[in-house]
């Protein structure tokens, strides 16, 4: 069984940046496809950026358009964590942030079905 903890958010000006910690316990995640989702306020949770497991300790990188630049995925083993590294923070990146695992390999990271296990979210508020 994984558990996942996820810690960092808070409120931030337009502009400005945030770094997003998943933890996880129970096992280790270096052999798990992991992801980032959001949820904003009446929509439904959507993709953010995801690492899709292929061997060893290799990734592979997904993220939304709307991210790609801004946003950066990474994770450390040794810490058995997931970060997401968010800089020129938008309102409308403004959302609960979830972190999501799937053991082994995934086909599409941006499915939230596809993942087993998930954190219990962390609130992002972005001021104008």
């Not at 306020?41 to 292929?54: D, L, N, S, Y």
């Not at 942030?97 to 990271?109: D, E, I, R």
Request: glycine share 14%; proline share 2%; with cysteine.
């Amino acid at each position: 069984q994984v558990q996942l903890v996820e810690s960092g958010g808070g409120l931030v000006q337009a502009g400005g940046s945030l770094r997003l910690s998943c933890a996880g316990s129970g096992r280790s995640l270096s052999i798990y496809s992991m992801g980032w989702f959001r949820q904003a306020p009446g929509k439904e949770r959507e993709f953010v950026a995801g690492q899709r497991w292929i061997a060893g300790y290799t990734y592979g990188i997904d993220s939304v358009d709307s991210v790609q630049g801004r946003f950066t995925i990474s994770r450390d083993n040794a810490k058995n964590t997931l970060y997401l590294e968010m800089n020129n923070l938008k309102p409308e990146d403004t959302a609960v942030y979830y972190c999501a695992a799937k053991y082994g390999s995934v086909a599409a990271l941006n499915i939230q079905g596809a993942y087993d296990y998930w954190g219990q979210g962390t609130q992002v508020t972005v001021s104008s």
